[in-house]
């Protein structure tokens, strides 16, 4: 009789914690991995939202305005993005141009020509040749 109280109850904790770690709500998470000197691959985390937080980030009405944004800046303006391409100074100025004003756009209100703006920079980056 005692086996049989003690596996019921153990039976009722174990789908009880179950039903708990469902309820909880999955993060995504960004960031990078490095190497250590150990040899160990370490995966550094900078920030972790929930789902939720993720699809409103993709659904706010200035995603598409920052996204273009960063993506100027990785190709045109880092180091390693101005090693990939072979750009003039006066494409390098035109795009830089065009990133602020859109930027301004942007943050003035003006989403949808902030965006025409960027998307002209990207394809002056896109038309440039590669290393």
Not at 24 to 34: A, N, Q, R, S, V
Request: proline fraction near 1%; charge should be positive.
């Amino acid at each position: 009789m005692i086996k049989k109280i003690i596996l019921i109850v153990s039976f009722l904790v174990v789908f009880s914690d179950a039903s708990f770690s469902d309820t909880e709500e999955k993060k995504i998470c960004t960031g990078f991995g490095k190497w250590t000197k150990d040899g160990e691959y370490k995966i550094v985390r900078s920030k972790c939202i929930t789902e939720k937080e993720y699809q409103a980030s993709l659904n706010a009405p200035d995603y598409l305005c920052k996204y273009y944004q960063k993506s100027i800046w990785k190709e045109s303006e880092r180091a390693y993005g101005k090693k990939q391409y072979k750009y003039t100074e006066k494409s390098l100025a035109k795009i830089n141009t065009l990133k602020a004003e859109g930027k301004a756009l942007c943050e003035s209100g003006k989403l949808k020509e902030g965006e025409l703006k960027l998307v002209e920079a990207i394809a002056i980056i896109s038309h440039t040749r590669m290393n």
